[in-house]
């Protein structure tokens, strides 16, 4: 059985009932005991809980120095290419988005990997939008073996494969695999993708199991709060994760709960997940999967990323660009524009092509960050908390 066939039989309406009904008394027990069950887990995502918060945090504070210890491990995403085949209604590479696009060359990424590596990296995400012309199989195994030269640690963030497909990439050097379902719920994940392969719900819910069938070390999955109720998206998140536990035991696990930004196409969040309510997400994750890795991105402002930290937090971006060529202008000259999937022939001194401020290319980019803080800064206040920047935490001759 799949996590599919499991997550049909979840009884979300059931739990998203304990959600709205715990009481102050269901709180302060599963708080005193730890939450074992989803039930539990959907008590402490109740208003109740929420008048418990510093409670919620200090145990999690507890819990993840228990099984952590005083480390964020810290990591870069580089894009690869902002091609598309999907449709994406909150994305800003969709297909029907009149963007710049471009993808890089291999030679391209080694330039963009190599300034990370000298900002100090030494684990790094590729990321690419889903467009098998630009984005091949073959292109993605050249990249990882380049980059693998020198990085140590490369997780990848692209459309999802069989595992026949994955295990080329994972023989390249490629260790972990992220995929967020980006929504839970099956009615709004149909109206969110509207063309492209990410039509396939199921697909795409499958595709955690296919990486560790390929021998992926590390899996990662999350949805993106600000299009389904935030409730039902971390009890289905909550859900998966356990049964990646149960079922894909020989790779780590990471979740990740990226909240909507701004991007092109100008997409309104459908829902909102608030501050406070985001910190108890995290602190209520943090006690019901207490070994599982928590990632915070750029996508959250520096105050609020300052004091999430402590609260769960095991893995961080910092200095992240999301367009291809961010760090370095690579690509810029094969950058072209597509509108509704069909390249644009721009004028050689049209202002698509004018300098921007503070950015080494014009591609455009996934989303914008919140957090633009160099690296070096960064690592400066997670020391500054009493904690340790991790810049590389594997190697491949551990498992040589």
């Known amino acids: 059985m799949s996590f599919v066939a499991a997550f049909n039989a979840l009884p979300i309406p059931d739990l998203l009932r304990r959600a709205a009904e715990a009481d102050a008394s269901d709180v302060r027990r599963i708080l005193a005991s730890g939450p074992r069950t989803l ?22 504070q507890t819990v993840t120095q228990q099984r952590f210890g005083k480390v964020i491990r ?31 060359s291999v030679d391209d990424v080694v330039r963009e990997a190599r300034a990370l590596c000298d900002q100090g990296f030494r684990n790094i995400l590729l990321v690419a939008g889903e467009h098998p012309k630009f984005v091949s199989n073959g292109y993605l195994r050249e990249c990882i073996e380049a980059v693998h030269a020198f990085v140590p640690s490369i997780s990848l963030e692209v459309g999802p494969m069989e595992t026949a497909d994955y295990v080329p990439l994972v023989h390249a050097g490629a260790d972990g695999l992220v995929v967020y379902q980006e929504t839970y719920d099956r009615e709004i994940y149909a109206r969110m993708h509207t063309a492209g392969p990410k039509r396939n719900f199921d697909w795409r819910l499958e595709c955690p199991e296919r990486a560790a069938a390929a021998g992926f070390r590390r899996l990662g999955i999350g ?14 998140t909550a859900a998966h994760a356990q049964y990646l536990l149960k079922h894909c035991w020989k790779s780590m696990l990471t979740l990740s ?23 108890q997400l995290i602190a209520a994750f943090r006690l019901l999967l207490p070994d599982v890795g928590i990632v915070l991105s750029t996508r959250e402002p520096a105050a609020l990323r300052n004091g999430l930290l402590p609260l769960g ?26 509108v509704r ?60």
């Open 341 to 400: 999937g069909r390249i644009v022939e721009l004028a050689a001194h049209s202002s698509e092509w004018a300098p921007i401020e503070g950015r080494a290319t014009n591609a455009t980019g996934q989303f914008d960050i919140a957090d633009d803080r160099a690296p070096s800064e960064f690592a400066d206040l997670i020391r500054s908390l009493g904690y340790e920047p991790v810049w590389k935490d594997w190697d491949s001759a551990l498992s040589a």
């Open 74 to 104: 810290l990591f870069a995403p580089l894009y690869l290419s902002n091609e598309c085949v999907n449709n994406c209604a909150y994305c800003g590479f969709s297909r029907d988005n009149g963007i710049l696009r471009v993808t890089l």
């Open 257 to 279: 709960i990226p909240r909507l930004r701004p991007c092109a196409g100008e997409f309104q969040p459908l829902t909102q997940l608030g501050d406070r309510e985001f910190v």
């Open 39 to 60: 039930p539990d887990f959907a008590a402490l995502l109740s208003p109740a809980a929420a008048g418990h918060l510093e409670t919620l945090c200090l145990k999690a």
């Open 223 to 236: 949805a993106l709060h600000g299009l389904a109720d935030w409730r039902l998206e971390a009890l289905a």
């Open 313 to 338: 937090v095991t893995h961080a971006s910092a200095g992240s660009h999301t367009e291809p060529g961010g760090y370095t202008g690579a690509g810029r000259d094969s950058i072209h524009q597509t």
